[in-house]
């Protein structure tokens, strides 16, 4: 039923769901929170530090990775790609778009 779960937490908040995957990580450090939702992946790894949430939902992908930064918000979504990568170390959305 469960893969390998990886949470270290040092917040508020850290919610893992994870169904039929061989590995899902997060690292969460002075967060609101991190909210993973990870079926049928090879890999998902989040590193959040001093951010007010990230959200990632990935689907049948071979993996998804989110490196955020003193960041309001970031969000991925990402259904039955090779893979989506996203490092944002400011606040303008304009460099995700």
Do not use: A, K
């Not at 969460?28 to 992946?41: Q, W």
Request: hydrophobic share 35%; glycine share 8%; no cysteine.
């Amino acid at each position: 039923m469960w893969g390998d779960v990886n949470v270290v937490d040092n917040s508020g908040g850290v919610n893992v769901v994870d169904y039929n995957p061989s590995e899902v990580q997060v690292v969460d450090n002075n967060d609101s929170g991190v909210i993973v939702v990870d079926n049928n992946d090879s890999e998902v790894q989040v590193v959040d530090n001093n951010d007010s949430g990230v959200q990632v939902v990935d689907n049948n992908d071979s993996g998804v990775q989110v490196v955020d930064n003193n960041e309001s918000g970031v969000q991925v979504v990402d259904n039955n790609e090779s893979g989506v990568i996203v490092v944002d170390n400011s606040d303008d959305w304009d460099t995700l778009r």
